[in-house]
């Protein structure tokens, strides 16, 4: 039955046309933004995730930045402390120099405090942005290393870096360990004991937490022990965990390793306690002083080859190790930022690739699908016409 009042060819066709209407206008749009999923709605799923990622690309962008400055910062760091290692060691050829009896020790000795006060020029003007490394200022700083996404959440990691302390400052007197005598003598052992700890069970780390704050008279990572018999001094410096036997010990050892005779001293520990006994006929001095912030070249301004040359050769021993270790300990650390700064790039191109492939356009499928839809156009206009039309044949039967 044909009918002038409902032409279902004509439905039909313009039904058709909408259709390649709507896919000719979304293929203009992938091909204008390179796009296939512009929008929310062109495909809320895969949308949302994209987002999700370029949020993320948008973080690490943040990180690579933060490593970067790490980087830099650890470079500055690094380079002082191979430079006073330089000059140490220069010292230390002046003080080997003045160990012989011909040498005129006052000139060694204005020569080992000029380089004295280069090195403290070079600590002192080792910082990047405000943030010395090396002066004993810091404790522990965080460089931003990660951004770890889980189901739970999205969190930050961090790389820490270790400051050291190669100033030459001696730091602030702690009140800490007692003598239970000022002089030791034959037949009376003299005892070292009576040390406190911030921490329960040992010391606590350096940059121990604000809910235990630091006092003068417990021990944290970082404070030094020095104890002096005769004119031998043992220097110890408290470790993460430590207690009273830990520190009895190193300083022992320091001692033994810093010349003290074991045939005219007999040291001796028990229950955290030192026990000094003089087996001379001598009395010999001995004091303790425990200092916080002592800087690991503290001892510089006491090096006199003039008066102690083999005093001297000992000491510069023990800071040419702080020295060389200071900057072994930048150069680890800087080799993981720089690991990290170049994973952290790699996996930001992977991210933005991985974008891509649910984001983008496939330019050579929108065009061939452009080109086939523009017939369909055409053929759709055609029999919307056709089917306009076919009205016109029922005059016919009227004539």
């Known amino acids: 039955m044909t009918s002038i009042l409902t032409n279902t060819g004509a439905m ?12 000719l206008n979304q ?22 995730i994209s987002r999700v990622m370029e949020s993320d690309v948008k973080g690490f962008k943040g990180i690579s930045d933060s490593l970067s400055v790490g980087s830099a910062t650890l470079t500055v760091a690094r380079q002082a402390s191979e430079s006073v290692t330089n000059l140490l060691t220069e010292m230390k050829g002046k003080i080997v120099a003045a160990q012989a009896e011909n040498v005129d020790r006052s000139k060694i000795q204005t020569d080992i405090t000029a380089l004295t ?14 943030l010395n ?3 004993g200022s810091q404790g522990t700083v965080n460089v931003l290393s990660s951004l770890d996404r889980s189901a739970t959440g999205v969190t930050s990691s961090n790389i820490s870096v270790t400051a050291q302390n190669l100033s030459t400052s001696a730091g602030a007197a702690l009140t800490n360990g007692t003598l239970s005598a000022a002089s030791v003598a034959t037949g009376t052992p003299v005892t070292l004991n009576g040390f406190t700890f911030q921490g329960t069970g ?26 002096k018999i005769g004119s031998v001094e043992g220097r110890y410096i408290v470790q993460e965990g430590d207690t009273a036997d830990s520190l009895v010990s190193g300083l022992k050892s ?7 005779s074991d045939t005219d001293f007999t040291l001796s520990l028990a229950s955290g306690a030192l026990s000094v006994a003089n087996n001379t006929n001598a009395a010999s001095a001995i004091s303790v002083t425990a200092t916080r912030g002592t800087g690991g070249l503290s001892a510089l301004n006491t090096l006199n080859v003039t008066t102690a040359p083999a005093s001297a050769l000992s000491a510069i021993e023990g800071m040419l190790k702080t020295s060389i270790d200071a900057a072994a300990s930048f150069g680890s650390v800087q080799k993981r930022i720089d690991i990290q700064s170049e994973f952290v790039g790699q996996l930001t191109d992977s991210l933005k690739t991985g974008i891509g492939v649910l984001v983008d356009a496939n330019m050579e ?21 056709i089917a306009n039309q076919q009205p016109q044949s029922l005059l016919s039967l009227f004539r």
């Open 117 to 130: 006060k280069q090195i403290e020029s070079v600590v002192g003007a080792a910082q990047f942005n405000g």
């Open 133 to 135: 490394l090396v002066n």
């Open 202 to 227: 040992g010391a606590l780390a350096k940059d121990a937490p604000t809910a235990n704050p630091l006092t003068t008279t417990a021990l944290v990572a970082g404070d030094a022990i020095a104890l």
């Open 27 to 48: 293929t203009q749009a992938e091909i204008a933004t390179g796009k296939s999923v512009g929008s929310a709605k062109d495909n809320a799923a895969v949308w949302a």
């Open 365 to 385: 499928e929108a065009s061939a699908r452009l080109q086939a839809l523009q017939v369909q156009q055409q053929l759709a206009t055609q029999s919307l016409s």
């Open 254 to 260: 320091s001692l033994s390793t810093n010349g003290l």
């Open 12 to 23: 039909v066709a313009l039904q058709t046309m909408k259709g390649i209407n709507a896919n």
